[in-house]
Structure formats: C-alpha cells, structure tokens
C-alpha cells in the first residue's frame, strides 16, 4: 500500500510538530501535530541528532 503512513513517522525536530526537546528522543510536541496524530492513528519516532 501507497501513500498514508499507517503505522511509525520518524521525523526531525521540524518546528511545525516539536515544541521543545525535552531530553534523548522526549518531545513536547504542537497541539495541532498531536491532534493528526491521534486523528491518524500514527506512532512519532524522533531522529537523535548527530555530532556537530
């Protein structure tokens, strides 16, 4: 199947859904972004950053 993810996002710490990092992979994320979430049954794995 194409199109919709249906299960896992990884995702950067794109402003639109992340808030604040809170610690290693926690997120405060946007009341919008946790709203599609839940509206699409969807699971958000955040990416660690890499070293500078």
């Known amino acids: 199947m194409r199109g919709v993810p249906t299960s896992?996002?990884?995702?950067d710490n794109f402003r639109?859904?992340?808030?604040?990092v809170l610690g290693s992979r926690l997120r405060a994320?946007?009341?919008?972004?946790?709203a599609l979430r839940?509206?699409?049954?969807?699971?958000?794995?955040?990416?660690l950053?890499?070293?500078a």
């Not at 896992?8 to 995702?11: A, H, L, T, V, W």
């Not at 639109?16 to 604040?20: F, I, K, L, Q």
């Not at 839940?38 to 990416?47: Q, R, T, V």
């Open 38 to 47: 839940s509206h699409s049954d969807m699971e958000a794995a955040y990416c």
């Open 8 to 11: 896992r996002i990884r995702s």
């Open 49 to 51: 950053s890499g070293p």
């Open 16 to 20: 639109s859904a992340v808030s604040r």
């Open 29 to 34: 994320e946007n009341a919008r972004w946790t």
